[in-house]
């Protein structure tokens, strides 16, 4: 088993609490956009937009990959978005994470800020479509890696 290290530096364990997701069959680009949306948000207010995205009743905005994305009138000020369900359902597993960390810890949920949610491309594995003539053209499937850390606000 490979060990993952975290991309947050400078780590205090009494203030900080972390969870990661590794190797999610989820889309890299989309859970790049899910996390931004939810940094600096805290727990709770988090939970339920996710659980909105996920029962698409609230957008997640699209800024870096937006293109041929549809736009959503809900959005003030950058109207690209989507609703990426799989993505947030994953994240809110996460997110659990996160919070049963914390409950651990005897920090108080309440007041838990996300102040580092990010989400990269992990392993490759590749996948065969059969074409013309007998031949086949590879296509990869991404997996994705899930961070998120929280901070007690006081």
């Given at each position: 088993m490979p060990q993952f290290g975290y991309s947050f530096q400078g780590f205090d364990s009494s203030v900080?609490?972390?969870?990661?997701?590794?190797?999610?069959?989820?889309?890299?680009?989309?859970?790049r956009e899910v996390c931004n949306a939810i940094k600096g948000l805290?727990?709770?207010?988090?939970?339920?937009?996710?659980?909105?995205?996920?029962?698409?009743?609230?957008?997640v905005p699209f800024r870096r990959y937006k293109l041929k994305r549809g736009h959503r009138?809900?959005?003030?000020?950058?109207p690209a978005g989507g609703y990426p369900k799989k993505v947030a359902?994953?994240?809110?597993?996460?997110?659990?994470?996160?919070q049963n960390n914390a409950e651990h810890k005897g920090l108080n949920i309440e007041r838990m800020k996300i102040i580092h949610?990010?989400?990269y491309?992990?392993?490759?594995?590749?996948?065969?479509?059969?074409?013309?003539?007998?031949?086949?053209?590879?296509?990869?499937?991404v997996f994705s890696h899930i961070e998120l850390v929280g901070k007690e606000v006081f």
């Open positions: 900080h609490v972390r969870a990661s997701g590794r190797e999610v069959d989820i889309s890299p680009k989309k859970a805290f727990i709770p207010q988090a939970r339920k937009y996710l659980e909105e995205v996920a029962d698409m009743k609230r957008p009138k809900e959005l003030q000020g950058f359902e994953a994240v809110l597993v996460v997110l659990d994470n996160l949610a990010s989400a491309p992990g392993r490759r594995l590749p996948r065969y479509k059969p074409r013309a003539f007998g031949r086949s053209s590879p296509s990869m499937r």
